[in-house]
């Protein structure tokens, strides 16, 4: 008994020294590389994709990518994070929930940061055709330029607290020009009767995350990236 409690103790110690001596030994710190990817408002690549921040939530780590998009963090413990990419007139997914192991390097490739868009919605009609709201509008620029819409039953309607009912169009794009369509079995697969009214307001969005969605994982709400903060006016009709 007092030779397997003397081992116990022994190997006690030894894990303590190694602690103090070499402290990777048990925290497996490591680093996370990759690059981003800039992409324009209808989705092209864009050169030159360096002053990216990228911070790695609750472990207060960022650091910038250079002019080839490379970046490069050191020193992180195995953990999940969160990572967030910023640069200054551009928009990016969120990365919720990245497990990073350690003791090693972890890569992310090409990770895309979207351009805001240059344009604005300068005016929309809605026509109700049988069982089909059609929508169709112009924008200010003379280029092939994405809309989303926000659709709520009250004119209290933004980015941030539209789009409840989870509709996505389909649509039509033209340089300047816009068009999209609700059927009525959209609508009622959303739980919404026939003739029951809706607000609608419409933000220029960056193609890649049209109809893209994530959940926000403060607020719970469906949010999108890549938009322009200046929305068209609000509209309102009926469901067929």
């Given at each position: 008994m007092k030779l397997k409690i003397s081992y116990i103790f022994i190997c006690a110690l030894y894990l303590i020294s190694c602690t103090r001596d070499c402290p990777t030994c048990t925290l497996l710190n490591g680093k996370l590389t990759g690059y981003v990817v800039q992409r324009s408002q209808i989705g092209h690549n864009i050169p030159n994709p360096d002053s990216v921040l990228v911070s790695i939530i609750g472990a207060d780590l960022n650091t910038y990518s250079n002019e080839i998009g490379y970046w490069t963090i050191d020193d992180i413990s195995a953990g999940t994070y969160d990572i967030i990419f910023e640069?200054?007139?551009?928009?990016?997914?969120?990365?919720?929930?990245?497990?990073?192991?350690?003791?090693?390097?972890?890569?992310?490739?090409?990770?895309?940061?979207?351009?805001?868009?240059?344009?604005?919605?300068?005016?929309?009609?809605?026509?109700?055709?049988?069982?089909?709201?059609?929508?169709?509008?112009?924008?200010?620029?003379?280029?092939?330029?994405?809309?989303?819409?926000?659709?709520?039953?009250?004119?209290?309607?933004?980015?941030?607290?539209?789009?409840?009912?989870?509709?996505?169009?389909?649509?039509?794009?033209?340089?300047?020009?816009?068009?999209?369509?609700?059927?009525?079995?959209?609508?009622?697969?959303?739980?919404?009767?026939?003739?029951?009214?809706?607000?609608?307001?419409?933000?220029?969005?960056?193609?890649?995350?049209w109809n893209r969605p994530y959940i926000n994982k403060l607020t719970g709400q469906h949010t999108y990236v890549g938009i322009n903060p200046v929305p068209s006016e609000i509209d309102s009709f009926l469901v067929p």
């Amino acid at each position: 008994m007092k030779l397997k409690i003397s081992y116990i103790f022994i190997c006690a110690l030894y894990l303590i020294s190694c602690t103090r001596d070499c402290p990777t030994c048990t925290l497996l710190n490591g680093k996370l590389t990759g690059y981003v990817v800039q992409r324009s408002q209808i989705g092209h690549n864009i050169p030159n994709p360096d002053s990216v921040l990228v911070s790695i939530i609750g472990a207060d780590l960022n650091t910038y990518s250079n002019e080839i998009g490379y970046w490069t963090i050191d020193d992180i413990s195995a953990g999940t994070y969160d990572i967030i990419f910023e640069k200054n007139g551009y928009d990016a997914y969120p990365m919720y929930g990245f497990q990073f192991v350690g003791g090693g390097e972890a890569f992310i490739p090409n990770y895309s940061i979207l351009k805001l868009p240059s344009f604005t919605v300068t005016e929309f009609e809605i026509e109700v055709v049988d069982e089909v709201v059609f929508i169709n509008g112009n924008i200010s620029e003379n280029i092939e330029g994405y809309v989303q819409p926000f659709i709520d039953l009250t004119n209290d309607i933004s980015q941030h607290t539209g789009n409840l009912l989870e509709l996505y169009p389909s649509g039509y794009v033209n340089p300047g020009y816009f068009s999209f369509r609700y059927s009525k079995n959209d609508f009622m697969d959303s739980g919404i009767e026939s003739g029951t009214k809706c607000y609608i307001i419409l933000f220029p969005i960056n193609r890649y995350s049209w109809n893209r969605p994530y959940i926000n994982k403060l607020t719970g709400q469906h949010t999108y990236v890549g938009i322009n903060p200046v929305p068209s006016e609000i509209d309102s009709f009926l469901v067929p």
